[in-house]
């Protein structure tokens, strides 16, 4: 499988280079340099996408996903936002939600959601100078923890996002719920989300009793 990975940050520039020095099939963009600019002729042909950042950027994350779908081929994003470093979704699968949707379901579910939304603005135009610090244990955690999932268990990322918390330590997944009538990612059959497919399966379930009289 041919990689493109685009890196953002020293932390997500180090990550990469440990990738890049034990894997043949990956092509590594830095865009530390030139974030929030960037010019979609990077691109070089590959089957899969990621976005290794030390910082949010859901606008590139989301172009890149788009750009994914266009030609059938995957994406994730790794995304360190100190403390929390969240990696996925898998996205373009016939399983699972999409970034698009995760992050609409981020955004619908926070008590917060206007700054949310702000803060996505000001990161999706401004790079911050310098990271906030990091362990280089943590290049080689999250570098091997990447390597073992890209070349033997990429599909884990299938509509789901593992968040790890590098001051603590601690490390949890959380299946991402695609949006209503989503056309990228394996949520996207209307009928398989309505409320009468639902009322069939149960009915099935109970051997064609009506759940209500």
């Not at 699972?96 to 008590?111: E, I, K, M, T, W």
């Not at 149960?202 to 009289?213: A, P, Q, R």
Request: glycine share 8%; charged share 20%; hydrophobic share 40%.
């Amino acid at each position: 499988m041919k990689i493109q990975l685009f890196s953002i940050g020293k932390f997500a520039d180090e990550i990469a280079s440990f990738l890049d020095r034990n894997m043949d099939n990956i092509q590594i963009t830095q865009l530390s340099g030139i974030y929030p600019e960037y010019d979609m002729e990077l691109l070089q042909e590959a089957e899969l996408f990621i976005v290794l950042s030390s910082q949010p950027c859901v606008d590139l994350c989301k172009n890149l996903e788009k750009h994914a779908y266009s030609i059938g081929a995957k994406f994730f994003p790794v995304i360190a936002n100190q403390p929390m470093v969240t990696i996925g979704p898998l996205s373009n699968t016939d399983e699972g939600a999409c970034y698009h949707c995760f992050v609409d379901r981020v955004l619908q579910h926070s008590p917060i959601a206007a700054v949310q939304n702000s803060v996505n603005e000001f990161y999706n135009h401004n790079m911050i100078p310098s990271d906030m610090g990091f362990h280089p244990a943590d290049v080689s955690m999250f570098g091997n923890w990447l390597l073992y999932t890209l070349e033997h268990n990429l599909g884990s990322l299938e509509g789901q996002i593992f968040n790890f918390n590098t001051y603590s330590r601690y490390g949890y997944k959380s299946n991402v719920i695609g949006v209503h009538g989503c056309e990228r990612c394996g949520t996207q059959n209307e009928a398989a989300r309505s409320y009468m497919t639902l009322e069939n399966m149960f009915k099935n379930e109970m051997g064609g009793k009506e759940l209500i009289k």
